[in-house]
Protein backbone atom coordinates (compact mmCIF):
# COMPACT_ATOMS: atom_id res chain seq x y z
CA UNK A 1 0.00 0.00 0.00
CA UNK A 2 1.22 3.67 -0.56
CA UNK A 3 -0.30 6.91 0.93
CA UNK A 4 0.70 10.27 -0.16
CA UNK A 5 0.65 12.22 2.88
CA UNK A 6 0.19 16.32 1.87
CA UNK A 7 1.14 19.47 3.69
CA UNK A 8 1.71 23.46 3.37
CA UNK A 9 -1.53 24.06 2.39
CA UNK A 10 -3.55 27.56 3.61
CA UNK A 11 -4.52 31.05 3.20
CA UNK A 12 -2.21 33.57 1.94
CA UNK A 13 -2.53 37.08 0.43
CA UNK A 14 -2.04 37.67 -2.97
CA UNK A 15 1.86 38.10 -4.01
CA UNK A 16 2.71 35.65 -1.07
CA UNK A 17 4.49 32.37 -0.82
CA UNK A 18 3.37 28.92 0.36
CA UNK A 19 5.57 25.49 0.37
CA UNK A 20 3.64 22.53 -0.30
CA UNK A 21 5.47 18.73 0.56
CA UNK A 22 4.24 15.63 -0.31
CA UNK A 23 6.07 12.17 1.14
CA UNK A 24 5.15 9.10 -0.12
CA UNK A 25 5.32 5.99 2.02
CA UNK A 26 5.43 2.48 1.83
CA UNK A 27 8.05 0.07 1.64
CA UNK A 28 10.52 -0.77 -1.29
CA UNK A 29 8.86 1.69 -3.95
CA UNK A 30 10.30 2.27 -6.98
CA UNK A 31 9.30 5.91 -8.29
CA UNK A 32 9.37 7.80 -11.89
CA UNK A 33 7.79 10.92 -11.39
CA UNK A 34 5.83 12.59 -8.67
CA UNK A 35 4.18 16.38 -8.83
CA UNK A 36 0.90 18.41 -8.52
CA UNK A 37 -2.16 19.09 -9.79
CA UNK A 38 -5.00 21.35 -8.88
CA UNK A 39 -8.73 21.59 -9.06
CA UNK A 40 -10.42 25.08 -9.09
CA UNK A 41 -14.58 24.74 -7.83
CA UNK A 42 -16.04 23.60 -11.15
CA UNK A 43 -13.23 23.35 -13.28
CA UNK A 44 -11.06 20.34 -14.16
CA UNK A 45 -7.69 19.03 -12.08
CA UNK A 46 -4.99 20.41 -14.21
CA UNK A 47 -1.29 19.93 -14.22
CA UNK A 48 0.63 22.15 -12.00
CA UNK A 49 4.23 20.96 -12.31
CA UNK A 50 5.87 17.75 -12.39
CA UNK A 51 9.11 16.08 -11.57
CA UNK A 52 11.01 12.80 -12.79
CA UNK A 53 13.15 10.77 -9.94
CA UNK A 54 16.00 12.05 -12.79
CA UNK A 55 15.89 15.93 -11.89
CA UNK A 56 13.37 16.26 -15.28
CA UNK A 57 10.33 19.21 -15.02
CA UNK A 58 7.34 20.10 -16.60
CA UNK A 59 5.21 23.36 -15.54
CA UNK A 60 2.18 24.81 -16.46
CA UNK A 61 2.44 27.97 -18.66
CA UNK A 62 0.32 29.60 -15.72
CA UNK A 63 2.91 29.26 -13.38
CA UNK A 64 6.49 29.15 -14.66
CA UNK A 65 8.73 31.70 -13.28
CA UNK A 66 6.78 31.73 -9.75
CA UNK A 67 7.07 27.93 -8.92
CA UNK A 68 9.53 25.84 -8.43
CA UNK A 69 9.60 22.16 -8.47
CA UNK A 70 11.80 19.76 -6.32
CA UNK A 71 12.22 16.11 -4.97
CA UNK A 72 14.03 14.99 -2.28
CA UNK A 73 14.35 10.83 -3.48
CA UNK A 74 16.11 9.45 -0.02
CA UNK A 75 13.17 10.46 1.70
CA UNK A 76 10.46 10.17 -1.43
CA UNK A 77 8.72 13.62 -0.34
CA UNK A 78 8.29 15.74 -3.29
CA UNK A 79 8.03 20.15 -3.31
CA UNK A 80 6.49 22.62 -4.42
CA UNK A 81 7.67 26.30 -3.98
CA UNK A 82 4.96 28.66 -5.35
CA UNK A 83 5.81 32.52 -4.70
CA UNK A 84 3.93 35.35 -6.31
CA UNK A 85 0.66 33.84 -5.52
CA UNK A 86 -2.77 35.07 -7.49
CA UNK A 87 -5.94 34.77 -6.26
CA UNK A 88 -6.38 32.86 -9.94
CA UNK A 89 -4.10 29.78 -8.13
CA UNK A 90 -6.55 29.73 -5.48
CA UNK A 91 -7.92 25.58 -5.64
CA UNK A 92 -7.32 22.14 -3.96
CA UNK A 93 -3.82 20.93 -4.57
CA UNK A 94 -3.48 17.65 -5.39
CA UNK A 95 0.19 15.44 -5.13
CA UNK A 96 0.38 12.55 -7.19
CA UNK A 97 3.29 9.53 -7.58
CA UNK A 98 3.94 7.48 -10.39
CA UNK A 99 5.50 4.60 -8.94
CA UNK A 100 5.78 0.89 -8.99
CA UNK A 101 7.15 -1.76 -6.54
CA UNK A 102 8.87 -4.16 -8.63
CA UNK A 103 11.12 -3.12 -11.92
CA UNK A 104 9.09 -6.33 -13.32
CA UNK A 105 5.91 -4.67 -13.08
CA UNK A 106 4.04 -1.82 -14.56
CA UNK A 107 3.82 1.90 -12.59
CA UNK A 108 0.76 3.26 -11.92
CA UNK A 109 -0.63 6.83 -10.62
CA UNK A 110 -1.32 7.41 -6.82
CA UNK A 111 -3.52 10.67 -5.65
CA UNK A 112 -3.55 12.44 -1.57
CA UNK A 113 -6.73 13.60 -0.79
CA UNK A 114 -5.61 16.77 -1.60
CA UNK A 115 -5.03 20.35 0.68
CA UNK A 116 -6.78 23.84 -0.24
CA UNK A 117 -4.31 26.68 -1.34
CA UNK A 118 -6.45 30.03 -1.04
CA UNK A 119 -5.13 33.19 -2.63
CA UNK A 120 -6.94 37.14 -1.42
CA UNK A 121 -6.97 39.42 -3.10
Known amino acids: QVQLVESGGGLVQGGGSLRLSCAASGSTIIINQMGWYRQAPEKQRELVAVITSGGRTNFADSVKGRFTISMDNAKNTVFLQMNSLKPEDTAVYYC???????????????WGRGTQVTVSS
Open 96 to 110: NANLKFSRYVTAKDY
